[in-house]
């Protein structure tokens, strides 16, 4: 069974750093590309970019480029997701999904993390 | 790049059929047959509904359907049932220079 799991919610300050993850299991983490996508408060679906764990090769949405860093390690079958400065516009649900690249495809989607940035 | 545009609501009753546009440009929706439609009950992740337009997921049922007309595509619901309320969004490629994905802004799907 194809599952991603992603890291617990965080609660964390404006100015502090941050890598929340996703690890994925029941199937060959290495082929397949690993999407993130940001879900604000009451609001819509985002795409921020994935990445290639084989490899590392990673495509950033316009919006998001500079803005957060994807990594991988493909030994933990873990994506991440990190930031070196938090705002309290980053406030969000954060969710990752594996990508069928074929079909610019999410099949399968984690639980999501909650990451909530607050003075 | 712009979300794609989707109605902010639409609405039915059980048993009938409802369609969610969702329009693009042509260097998004009208290029590329590379749709996809999800389905997002409130709190929970979304769910891979349609791909590549019309095609179904395995497990996914056939009151589902979608379809792509120009820079617009099409997510049809028939025999609505109550389980069906959810948000919709649609997604699609818009080209390779950055790979460029974008989303809809999502439909709330009411069963009345």
């Known amino acids: 069974e194809v599952q991603l799991v992603q890291s617990g919610a965080e609660v964390k300050k404006p100015g502090e750093s941050l890598k929340i993850s996703c690890k994925g299991s029941g199937y060959s983490f290495t082929s397949y590309w690993i999407g993130w996508v940001r879900q604000m408060p009451g609001k819509g679906l985002e795409w921020m970019g994935i990445i290639y764990p084989g490899d590392s090769d990673t495509r950033y949405s316009p919006s998001f480029q500079g803005q957060v860093t994807i990594s991988a390690d493909k030994s933990i079958s873990t994506a991440y997701l990190q930031w070196s400065s938090l705002k309290a516009s980053d406030t969000a649900m954060y969710y990752c999904a594996r990508m069928r690249y074929d079909s610019i495809t999410l099949d399968y989607w984690g639980q999501g993390t909650l990451v909530t940035v607050s003075s | 790049q712009s979300a794609l545009t989707q109605p902010a609501s639409v609405s039915g009753s059980p048993g009938q059929s409802i369609t969610i546009s969702c329009t693009g440009t042509?260097?998004?929706?009208?290029?590329?047959?590379?749709v996809s439609w999800y389905q997002q009950h409130p709190g929970k992740a979304p769910k891979l509904m349609i791909y590549e337009v019309s095609k179904r997921p395995s497990g996914v049922s056939n009151r589902f359907s979608g379809s792509k007309s120009g820079n617009t595509a099409s997510l049809t619901i028939s025999g609505l049932q109550a389980e069906d309320e959810a948000d919709y969004y649609c997604c699609s490629y818009a080209g390779s220079s950055t790979f460029n994905v974008v989303f809809g802004g999502g439909t709330k799907l009411t069963v009345l």
């Open positions: 042509s260097s998004d929706v009208g290029s590329y047959n590379l």
